[in-house]
């Protein structure tokens, strides 16, 4: 099972059989590309290599989009504390009144006006922003014992079945299982059981693991504390407890569904992501779990997010099933001024697949990701397909200017012949779509990939980024809806791409390009036409032709690109000029 953590010099890691981090790197040239609808921008940094400097490719279809930054939108609704919890409402977000008074202290002085008041969201957002008027306080530092447990040594610590929470009620289909400090998990975390409104702390005890024969000290046990938790539920079988969500390190959380594995993760906010100053990683400090009612087919989680730059409540109500539907609302309440936030970030990893012409290994297996692609509803209509790379050097591209319908990172191949892999079984990792509420104002949606040289690197990224950023003192609200599924979360309309495959033609020794398309109408690709297009250089020969394999079509093209550095290129299939397959956008570096 894989988790998350953040070492002591905050680079986030993620679990696998064997731990691995994602590499720091600078940001270098930078261009921007306008093809069709999407706003494409790249920056590249390599250490080893001599950046780029010839500009920004040239193309007739390139556009400013807004200058000079003027009538820009604001990021999001804003939040006004309220006097007191104990006048807090029921209703929702929006309709919390705009009261300016300030925030009720988190003192205990304050405590007894707060104490009769029924536990609700309103309770962190006021702490949150409690906490925000302060410096950051460091975690109580973790046994040194602990922390020097290496990952083998530390996946042995078990947490007994008979401790998790609400296991004598056969009547909750919900069980919390926790997890204790150690080799990277080093901050502690706060827990709190919420039942009939009243919030409880959950002391940590060491009599709920098991510690075997590791070298930790009596004391040393009784001091670790909690790093996370995950949940189980009946999701698979009736009668089998299945993980459901794990929240553990910074602010990371992975979720699954019937018939997935652990594979993408989210986290609730991201920090100068692939910066040259250094990405930040705030932490969930405190958790409030509701026991849900007899039956109940969700559960809700509340946390409190503390970090260097910001503070932030929030709420998460999880549906599980066939697609685990999360609700997420969140209030941030920055300490300085951001202006690289990444809102919704989900991470995942990609090695390489068939379009991978220069993966450099000599791995036997097909395609080794958790993810194959990033998919996008525009806010226009169009839906795009942007297969993931595993570059050379850091990639930063940016589509859309106003936040889509929805984004994702998508699993497509479901067989095991796609992978062959019998222990990682990526064929099974799960689908994470974003689906924004409410108006996250202009920005930009925000792919990274980094470079990596091996599958337990989480080297890929995305997230909303506003174009204006966050004020020092200024709140932020939020809201959207996660799916976390097997199946595909949502059904385009149009033909879909089912693959890229990239190669070098024999005779001509130029790139070409191979894309199939694949819709359960056979009429709709009948007869369709390509529209195919470059930021630099020529495409030659576009030819569209059945594939027998798959009963749909199969777009192929070289490219001749001129000696440049990099062509930014798009395709799809039309009828009539108007789309009948998803848009196809591919980054080509000689």
Same mark, same amino acid.
């Given at each position: 099972m894989k988790d998350h953590g953040v070492a002591d010099n905050e680079v986030a890691l993620k679990l696998t059989e064997r731990p691995y981090f994602i590499p720091a790197v600078a940001l270098g040239a930078?261009?921007?590309?306008?093809?069709?609808?999407?706003?494409?921008?790249?920056?590249?940094?390599?250490?080893?290599?001599?950046? /780029?400097?010839?500009? =920004? %490719?040239?193309?007739?279809?390139? &556009?400013? +989009?807004?200058?000079?930054?003027?009538? @820009?939108?604001?990021?999001?609704?804003?939040?006004?504390?309220?006097?007191?919890?104990?006048?807090?409402?029921?209703?929702?977000?929006?309709?919390?009144?705009?009261?300016?008074?300030?925030?009720?202290?988190?003192?205990?002085?304050? /405590?007894?006006?707060? =104490? %009769?008041?029924?536990?609700?969201? &309103?309770? +962190?957002?006021?702490?949150?922003?409690? @906490?925000?008027?302060?410096?950051?306080?460091?975690?109580?530092?973790?046994?040194?014992?602990?922390?020097?447990?290496?990952?083998?040594?530390?996946?042995?610590?078990?947490?007994?079945?008979?401790?998790?929470?609400?296991?004598?009620?056969?009547?909750?289909?919900?069980?919390?299982?926790?997890?204790?400090?150690?080799?990277?998990?080093?901050?502690?975390v706060k827990l709190n059981i919420i039942e009939n409104g009243v919030a409880k702390p959950r002391p940590y005890s060491e009599a709920d693991f098991s510690f075997f024969d590791l070298p930790l000290s009596d004391e040393d046990k009784t001091a670790l504390g909690f790093a996370g938790f995950h949940v189980t539920t009946p999701l698979n079988s009736s009668g089998k407890w299945d993980d459901l969500i794990s929240f553990k390190g910074a602010s990371f959380f992975r979720a699954l569904s019937a018939g997935t594995v652990y594979g993408a993760s989210a986290r609730g906010i991201a920090i100068s992501t692939a910066s040259p100053s250094g990405e930040e990683f705030p932490s969930f400090r405190e958790f409030w779990l509701v026991k849900p009612e007899p039956g109940a087919h969700s559960m809700t989680v509340y946390a409190l997010l503390?970090?260097?730059?910001?503070?932030?409540?929030?709420?998460?109500?999880?549906?599980?099933?066939?697609?685990?539907?999360?609700?997420?609302?969140?209030?941030?309440?920055?300490?300085?001024?951001?202006?690289?936030?990444?809102?919704?970030?989900?991470?995942?990893?990609?090695?390489?697949?068939?379009?991978?012409?220069?993966?450099?290994?000599?791995?036997?297996r097909v395609a080794v990701h958790d993810s194959e692609g990033l998919m996008m509803q525009m806010h226009n209509g169009e839906w795009v397909w942007r297969p993931l790379v595993n570059p050379s050097q850091l990639e930063i591209s940016s589509f859309a200017t106003e936040p889509p319908l929805g984004f994702g990172l998508i699993q497509r191949h479901r067989e095991f012949k796609d992978y062959d892999d019998l222990e990682a079984s990526y064929e099974r990792r799960p689908n994470v779509w974003i689906a924004p509420k409410g108006d996250w104002g202009a920005g930009n949606l925000t792919l990274v990939e980094i470079p990596t040289t091996n599958e337990y690197n989480d080297n890929i990224?995305?997230?909303?980024?506003?174009?204006?950023?966050?004020?020092?003192?200024?709140?932020?609200?939020?809201?959207?809806?996660?799916?976390?599924?097997?199946?595909?979360?949502?059904?385009?309309?149009?033909?879909?791409?089912?693959?890229?495959?990239?190669?070098?033609?024999?005779?001509?020794?130029?790139?070409?390009?191979?894309?199939?398309?694949?819709?359960?109408?056979?009429?709709?690709?009948?007869?369709?036409?390509?529209?195919?297009?470059?930021?630099?250089?020529?495409?030659?020969?576009?030819?569209?032709?059945?594939?027998?394999?798959?009963?749909?079509?199969?777009?192929?093209?070289?490219?001749?690109?001129?000696?440049?550095?990099?062509?930014?290129?798009?395709?799809?299939?039309?009828?009539?000029?108007?789309?009948?397959?998803?848009?196809?956008?591919?980054?080509?570096?000689?």
């Open positions: 930078a261009t921007l590309i306008l093809a069709g609808g999407a706003l494409i921008v790249s920056m590249s940094s390599n250490p080893s290599r001599k950046v /780029a400097t010839d500009g =920004a %490719a040239q193309t007739a279809d390139i &556009e400013s +989009v807004d200058p000079d930054g003027t009538n @820009l939108p604001p990021t999001a609704p804003v939040v006004t504390p309220l006097d007191s919890v104990a006048a807090i409402t029921t209703e929702p977000l929006a309709e919390i009144p705009a009261d300016t008074a300030k925030v009720a202290s988190a003192t205990p002085t304050s /405590a007894p006006a707060q =104490a %009769a008041a029924p536990f609700s969201f &309103e309770q +962190v957002i006021n702490k949150a922003q409690a @906490l925000s008027e302060h410096e950051v306080q460091k975690s109580p530092p973790v046994p040194s014992s602990a922390a020097a447990l290496n990952y083998d040594q530390y996946r042995r610590v078990e947490f007994k079945r008979e401790a998790a929470e609400w296991t004598p009620d056969e009547t909750v289909p919900f069980r919390v299982h926790y997890d204790p400090r150690g080799y990277l998990f080093n901050d502690e503390n970090g260097q730059s910001m503070t932030g409540a929030f709420r998460f109500i999880i549906t599980p099933g066939t697609a685990t539907m999360i609700d997420v609302e969140a209030v941030f309440f920055p300490r300085r001024k951001l202006p690289e936030v990444g809102i919704a970030p989900i991470t995942s990893m990609y090695y390489f697949s068939p379009h991978s012409i220069n993966r450099g290994n000599r791995d036997y990224v995305v997230s909303w980024r506003p174009s204006t950023a966050w004020d020092a003192g200024k709140p932020v609200r939020l809201a959207y809806q996660m799916t976390w599924s097997l199946p595909q979360p949502v059904v385009a309309p149009v033909a879909r791409i089912t693959a890229t495959k990239v190669g070098i033609s024999p005779s001509s020794k130029r790139p070409v390009f191979l894309i199939d398309f694949e819709s359960d109408n056979d009429a709709l690709l009948r007869d369709a036409i390509p529209e195919v297009s470059t930021s630099s250089g020529t495409i030659i020969a576009p030819v569209v032709r059945p594939n027998p394999d798959t009963g749909g079509m199969r777009l192929s093209f070289e490219l001749d690109s001129k000696d440049a550095s990099l062509s930014e290129l798009r395709a799809r299939l039309t009828k009539a000029d108007r789309p009948v397959s998803e848009t196809w956008l591919y980054r080509w570096r000689p």
